[in-house]
């Protein structure tokens, strides 16, 4: 008898018996960590999450009960994670074991494309993102300000036309932050979560990649705005391009901006890391769309939130006055100016434009706690071993109302708390200010020094120059619609607010 072929067997049998036991372990451990109670074995919690009439009805109050990591149920039973704590959120947002989650994938590959930087992985992702980050250094950002002033007085010739009456300051925001074109496209995105988008996201986890690339081409309204918007983007893309290459030809000097600049790095050396001409147009989406209604929106929250603080709006109003008095024509330190920047850091805080977003586990992994959770077993851990294929979902908006961190009126919009001293507590996550507002890690945001500049910038042109009231209805509320959208009280994307001139 071969002994070596029983101790070989009985080897493999110990180790598949081992692995299977362990992927088990895994997913008993997720199966018993606590959290709500699901209302459908169809949509899970997704509806609460998603579809709420004011985005964090049921989260903000979920976090409470289960403190910042517990189970919530996906569509048809699947189990997902919510994740508030920062230990964890750290670890996941570096660690190479986590990916988009694919509904995140699929509505990448729709709205931007898989040649675009938010598309791309690994040491593609590396190259396209160094490359266009020339265009996001704090001195590229600073070259931008006449830009931003310039957009920013055209808001206020608008804003005065409808001076002392109530308008929708959300499609002025738009179109000042910079792109008139998508924006009449994407207003037309969805408002809403519907059910059959919710259903789509349960399903898209089990389609093949084909079948989703072939479903871009469906007749359904929302893919259809999606679509244009991508076309639009490309089609300006292409065109910036041609131009540039035809100032080039003529020995016009065309690094004044982000394409000229890429476009001249490629033409002066195409062996080194440089963006093909494709790749420079594949990038156009996400600029136009990724950085627009995001500022947009964050702007008008912040503005709504202004008008219904009047005592903070004279003091902020008063601190422009005075900086620009002082400044006396020669630039102005925007970093310097405390309660425009104690304003601003709680709007993001308050209305973070993504609030939650989805990474799936690409390994088995185990994630760090802050502290410990008690697991449905009776068991404390302090880590949480979860299997390859788990969907996590990064509760950015809960993540900043932790009252561990934010203190106990972290559910209030009060600028004051950035100015005491004392809203940083525990290890620093993100690139700004301790937020997860533009994320962190590798794919953090790109554009979060444009976005705070345009802010410091259009805040001050129009605080200082008008006074925002409330119209009689002070309807606006956050709801989730691929990211967080200020509506009104039809459901409509918008943020009614009186803007009168003060000088
Ligand atoms: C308040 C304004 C903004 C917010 C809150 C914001 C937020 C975010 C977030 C959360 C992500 C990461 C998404 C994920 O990984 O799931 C992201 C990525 C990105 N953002 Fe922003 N963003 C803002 C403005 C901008 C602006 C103005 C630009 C450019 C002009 C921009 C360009 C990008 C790009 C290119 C990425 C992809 C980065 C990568 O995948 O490496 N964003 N943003």
């Known amino acids: 008898m071969d002994h070596g072929i029983h101790y070989g067997t009985a080897a493999a049998g110990l180790i598949s018996f081992l692995a299977i036991y362990l992927a088990l372990r895994r997913r008993s451990t997720i199966r018993n960590i606590p959290g709500p109670a699901s209302p459908s074995w169809f949509f899970g919690n997704m509806h609460q999450l998603y579809s709420s009439p ?249 503005l709504v939130e202004l008008a219904r603080a009047p005592e903070f709006q004279d003091k902020l109003r008063a601190e422009i006055h005075s900086t620009f008095r002082a400044s006396d024509g020669s630039s102005v330190s925007y970093d310097n100016m405390p309660l425009l920047n104690a304003f601003i850091k709680e709007s993001l805080r308050m209305f973070p434009a993504i609030p939650v977003a989805e990474r799936i586990a690409m390994e088995d992994t185990v994630i760090p706690l802050t502290g410990a959770l008690t697991t449905a077993t009776g068991e404390h851990i302090s880590h949480v071993p979860v ?45 700004y200010a301790n937020l997860l507002s533009f994320l962190g890690g590798p794919r953090m945001c790109l554009g979060w020094r444009f976005a705070i500049m345009e802010m410091q910038i259009f805040v001050c042109e129009l605080v200082g120059k008008f006074a925002f009231t409330l119209p009689e209805a002070d309807s606006t509320r956050a709801r989730f619609a691929a990211t967080l959208l200020p509506t009104t009280s039809d459901g409509q994307k918008g943020a009614l607010i009186c803007a009168e001139r003060v000088m």
Request: with cysteine; hydrophobic share 40%.
């Open 54 to 302: 004011t985005y964090g009805d049921y989260e903000f109050d979920w976090q409470k009960i289960y403190g910042p990591f517990y189970r919530i149920k996906g569509c048809f039973g699947q189990d997902r994670l919510m994740i508030s704590d920062p230990v964890s959120l750290q670890y996941i947002l570096n660690s190479p074991h986590f990916k988009f989650g694919p509904s995140t994938e699929n509505a990448i590959r729709l709205l931007y494309g898989i040649d675009s930087v938010m598309g791309v992985n690994d040491e593609d992702h590396k190259r396209i993102r160094a490359a266009l980050n020339v265009g996001f250094t704090a001195a590229a950002v600073r070259d931008y300000i006449p830009v931003f002033k310039k957009v920013a007085q055209t808001l206020t010739e608008q804003l005065e036309e409808s001076s002392g009456k109530s308008i929708n300051i959300c499609p002025l925001l738009s179109l000042a932050t910079l792109s008139t074109i998508l924006y009449a496209h994407s207003w037309l995105l969805r408002s809403n979560q519907t059910v059959g988008e919710i259903i789509g996201e349960g399903i898209a986890v089990r389609l093949p990649v084909w079948l989703l690339k072939a479903a871009i081409q469906l007749p359904i309204a929302t893919l259809a705005a999606i679509r244009t918007a991508k076309r639009l983007a490309d089609e300006v893309g292409t065109q910036v391009l041609r131009e540039k290459r035809a100032a080039a030809e003529q020995g016009i000097d065309i690094r004044t901006d982000l394409y000229g600049q890429l476009l001249d790095l490629h033409r002066l050396d195409k062996t080194k890391n440089t963006l093909t001409e494709a790749e420079i147009v594949a990038q156009t989406s996400v600029m136009m769309i990724a950085g627009q209604d995001t500022t947009a929106n964050t702007l008008a929250f912040g």
């Open 387 to 431: 299997p390859k294929g788990q969907i996590v979902s990064l509760a950015i908006a809960s993540y900043q109302r932790l009252e561990s961190r934010w203190g106990e009126d972290a559910q209030e919009f009060k600028p004051s708390r950035w100015l005491d001293g004392l809203s940083f507590k525990g290890e620093a996550v993100g690139p």
